[in-house]
């Protein structure tokens, strides 16, 4: 039986696996395209096996989307540490706003978001991650409108905490494609924001 510094070898070694697998995805992807380049040809630039990729990654999507669940998490307890003084819309503007500069920080969020306007089917897949950023926001909106309260939302509470969670992802969708057309220049979170502060005006200028 392994013992726990042998097995913490291993789990060393297979992240560093599963790192050098996404890293020459990235590159392969940007050099020849997404649809381009295949399982294969990424196990090779590792010099590993095609059954070892598929170890780590479902699919190629997984390689260039998968950090998504880890995103979400993060979401998730920035809206648990937001200052309940605040209106619900500040709230997750605020939360919003806080993943957005955490996801900046990722060396390739600019190529991922170029590959994911090249590829239509990344896109899809991408969306229905983000549906789950959705429900996250309007599960806490709700919770916040109840409070301490032990009872249900009411239908106007629910149908609002739904608009919400919906506007605040379309609010961090259009700064992300904002930020890519402008090719990565500006502070992510601050277009977060300002999106924010639109959708609390009325959508205005």
Do not use: Y
């Not at 149908?159 to 402008?182: H, P, Q, Y």
């Amino acid at each position: 039986m392994a013992g726990p510094s042998e097995l913490g070898q291993r789990d060393l070694q297979k992240q560093a696996t599963r790192d050098a697998l996404r890293t020459a995805a990235v590159r392969l992807f940007a050099d020849q395209g997404f649809r381009e380049t295949t399982a294969d040809e990424i196990s090779a630039a590792v010099g590993v096996s095609r059954r070892t990729f598929f170890h780590h990654f479902s699919s190629k999507d997984e390689v260039l989307l998968g950090h998504i669940d880890e995103q979400l998490a993060m979401l998730r307890a920035e809206l648990a540490s937001t200052p309940p003084e605040m209106e619900p819309t500040d709230r997750a503007g605020l939360a919003v706003a806080s993943l957005a500069a955490a996801m900046q920080q990722r060396d390739d969020l600019l190529l991922q978001l170029e590959l994911m306007h090249q590829a239509p089917e990344l896109m899809a897949v991408n969306l229905g991650q983000l549906a789950a950023f959705e429900a996250a926001v309007a599960s806490s909106v709700r919770s916040w409108l109840v409070g301490s309260k032990r009872r249900q939302p009411t239908a106007d509470e629910d149908a609002f905490a739904e608009l919400l969670g919906s506007v605040s992802i379309a609010a961090l969708r259009a700064a992300l494609n904002l930020w890519r057309r402008r090719g990565g220049r500006g502070s992510l979170p601050r277009l977060v924001a300002a999106n924010f502060r639109r959708v609390r005006d009325g959508v205005t200028r």
